[in-house]
T-cell receptor, first 115, second 115 residues
Framework: GENVEQHPSTLSVQEGDSAVIKCTYSDSASNYFPWYKQELGKGPQLIIDIRSNVGEKKDQRIAVTLNKTAKHFSLHITETQPEDSAVYFCAASIGSNFGNEKLTFGTGTRLTIIP | GAGVSQSPRYKVAKRGQDVALRCDPISGHVSLFWYQQALGQGPEFLTYFQNEAQLDKSGLPSDRFFAERPEGSVSTLKIQRTQQEDSAVYLC?????????????FGQGTRLTVV
């Protein structure tokens, strides 16, 4: 089955600096790659996603890049703010016409923004 | 409400007790997923429903775990004869599914503690 690895496990950056989190996946059939933000006591919240037919996607301060050949994808957060502090998870799935887009998650990155 | 709702938020069970966890997905969402999240880990897939049909239960850890979605809306995850290793947060997610939308929306989860 699919295996997703995520690095680093913890990351501290100064407010205003950029943060980068990297993930690799094993199954070349995976074609959907979402990123989730999870705050303490809450469920994961989707912040951005990318499909395998696209190399990069941006949404304000957040961007995701995908390298299908190398089977890795990254999350970039620019101009970090204290409210960006949370645990971030990458995930991968094999989308299908039958709708079973079950997600395989990475182990998470605890991001701390230092004011 | 507009989001995925789970109840109870917290459940303490004595070892050997049966528990039932409820999930109310977003109205109109065809796909429903259950995930298990151990402390400090990413969510792990348990089972998937498309409407009332349970199409994938490959992630259920043992035959003590049972899930149903009899009318294609509300779902219940039941754990029989709970054991300490069942302690985790159980997350429910829903999506439009079946080729209409992959984005999965998560509930806040039920934290199960087996003592």
């Amino acid at each position: 089955g699919e295996n997703v690895e995520q690095h680093p496990s913890t990351l501290s950056v100064q407010e205003g600096d950029s943060a980068v989190i990297k993930c690799t996946y094993s199954d070349s059939a995976s074609n959907y790659f979402p990123w989730y933000k999870q705050e303490l006591g809450k469920g994961p919240q989707l912040i951005i996603d990318i499909r395998s037919n696209v190399g990069e996607k941006k949404d304000q301060r957040i961007a995701v890049t995908l390298n299908k050949t190398a089977k890795h994808f990254s999350l970039h957060i620019t101009e970090t703010q204290p409210e960006d502090s949370a645990v971030y998870f990458c995930a991968a799935s094999i989308g299908s016409n039958f709708g079973n887009e079950k997600l395989t998650f990475g182990t998470g990155t605890r991001l701390t923004i230092i004011p | 409400g507009a989001g995925v709702s789970q109840s109870p938020r917290y459940k303490v069970a004595k070892r050997g007790q049966d528990v039932a966890l409820r999930c109310d997905p977003i109205s109109g969402h065809v796909s429903l997923f259950w995930y298990q999240q151990a402390l400090g880990q990413g969510p792990e897939f348990l089972t998937y429903f498309q409407n009332e049909a349970q199409l994938d239960k490959s992630g259920l850890p043992s035959d003590r775990f049972f899930a149903e979605r009899p009318e294609g809306s509300v779902s219940t995850l039941k754990i029989q004869r709970t054991q300490q290793e069942d302690s985790a947060v159980y997350l429910c997610a829903s999506s439009l599914g079946a080729g209409r939308g992959t984005e999965a929306f998560f509930g806040q989860g039920t934290r199960l503690t087996v003592v």
